[in-house]
Every structure is written in structure tokens, then in C-alpha cells.
């Protein structure tokens, strides 16, 4: 079946650093990957997203690109904040091809950024 | 555009008792997720509704079961809770399904059994 290897955490890093967040998947046919972010005491939020191989998904100054050869689709932004304190998931989806009807998600990653 | 809404948000239950969860999702979607989540297994798939019909289910015990409405809604039942049924349960709906769109997600209902 489907399944998401995400970075084990806690990653805790000053303001302005560069963060990546490792994510390999397994999965059959075409899966399109997504990263999540659930903020405390709220529900999770779509981050960014990619459908295909090579494609590059970016938001917030966030970005992943989709790659099929090594299987990965690492999170990266070239300087945190704060406010990016949160926890970071990993997602596959079957892609439309596909028949199971759920997202697949990693354990999740807590980020703490400090001032 | 309203979102995805879950009640209660919190509640306490004692063992044996069973417990009823709400998902009222986004107008105009018709499917919903739900999924439940710890700090020791992270997020694990429940199940999946789309029109009324349950497409696919999760590893849990007969103990969980779902159902949706004609409206979309959607409720889950957990009965004969167990300890380890405290969490936080989360419904996710969207337009046609999860295997290529987003996920839209609720702050999630918090259950703790006593």
C-alpha cells in the first residue's frame, strides 16, 4: 500500500535559518503529494501542493518539488519566522487513477522557531 | 464561504460509554474524511464518504462506524470506548474526493475517556 516517511522531529531553529523537511513516499501509479501545516489548536491547512513529477509546489515562501526518481518531496524555505512554529505534514493522495479515497499522511514534523 | 465544522469540540467520556461526533463540511462538497489523531500514531484514515456511500475504511475496530446524510453531514459513533479511544478526531471534506484535491479540515473534536 501507500506510504509516507517523513523527517522525525522536533526541529527547533533560529529565526531567518534555512529549513528543509524531509519526505519519501511509496506508491504505485501516479500519487499527487501535498504538505500540510496545523498550526496549534487548530485543524490542518494546506500548504502547498504538486500533481506531477518536476512539479514545483510553493507557497508562503515555502516551496517542494515532486520528484520521481528519488521518490521525495522535501519541504524547504530559505528563512523561517516565528510564526512558521507549527507542525508539518507530508501527504500522498492515490491521484485519480487511483480507488482508495484517503489521504496517506507522515507522522507529522513540530517546528519551533525561536527569536 | 463558511468552513468545515465539527461539535462537540470537546468532550469527556468514561469507559464503556459511547459518543457521537458531528461534521457539517463545506457547502457544495460531498465528500468527507474523517481521521483520527494522537501524539504516538500521528493521523490515521478512518473513513471516507462521497453521497451517502462509505468508499473506503480504516484500520479500526467495529467500534467506529460513520455514516453521511443527504445534506452531506456527516457523523461518526465510537461505542464501548477504551482509553486508548482519546484523541483528536478530525473531518475533512471536499468537492468530488481526496485522491487529487485538497482536503479541507476542521479544528477537530477532542475526546478524552476517563
Known amino acids: 500500500g501507500n506510504s509516507v516517511t517523513q523527517m522525525e522531529g522536533p526541529v527547533t531553529l533560529s529565526e531567518e535559518a534555512f529549513l528543509t523537511i524531509n519526505c519519501t513516499y511509496t506508491?504505485?501509479?501516479?500519487?499527487?503529494l501535498f504538505w500540510y501545516v496545523q498550526y496549534p489548536g487548530e485543524g490542518l491547512q494546506l500548504l502547498l501542493k504538486?500533481?506531477?513529477?518536476?512539479d514545483k509546489g510553493s507557497n508562503k515562501g515555502f516551496e517542494a518539488t515532486y520528484r520521481k526518481e528519488t521518490t521525495s518531496f522535501h519541504l524547504e524555505k530559505g528563512s523561517v519566522q516565528v510564526s512558521d512554529s507549527a507542525v508539518y505534514f507530508c501527504a500522498l493522495a492515490p491521484g485519480s487513477g487511483g480507488s482508495n479515497y484517503k489521504l496517506t499522511f507522515g507522522k507529522g514534523t513540530l517546528l519551533t522557531v525561536n527569536p | 464561504k463558511a468552513g468545515v465544522t465539527q461539535t462537540p469540540r470537546y468532550l469527556i467520556k468514561t469507559r464503556g460509554q459511547q459518543v457521537t461526533l458531528s461534521c457539517s463540511p463545506i457547502?457544495?462538497?460531498?465528500?468527507v474524511s474523517w481521521y483520527q489523531q494522537t501524539p504516538g500514531q500521528g493521523l490515521q484514515f478512518l473513513f471516507e464518504?462521497?453521497?451517502?456511500?462509505?468508499?473506503n475504511k480504516g484500520n479500526f475496530p467495529g467500534r467506529f462506524s460513520g455514516r453521511q446524510f443527504s445534506n452531506s453531514r456527516s457523523e461518526m459513533n465510537v461505542s464501548t470506548l477504551e482509553l486508548g479511544d482519546s484523541a483528536l478526531y478530525l473531518c475533512?471534506?471536499?468537492?468530488?474526493?481526496?485522491?487529487?484535491?485538497?482536503?479541507?479540515f476542521g479544528e477537530g473534536s477532542r475526546l478524552t475517556v476517563l
Open positions: 464518504y462521497f453521497s451517502e456511500t462509505q468508499r
Open positions: 457547502s457544495g462538497h460531498r465528500s
Open positions: 504538486a500533481t506531477k513529477a518536476d
Open positions: 475533512a471534506s471536499s468537492l468530488y474526493g481526496p485522491n487529487t484535491g485538497e482536503l479541507f
Open positions: 506508491a504505485t501509479g501516479y500519487p499527487s
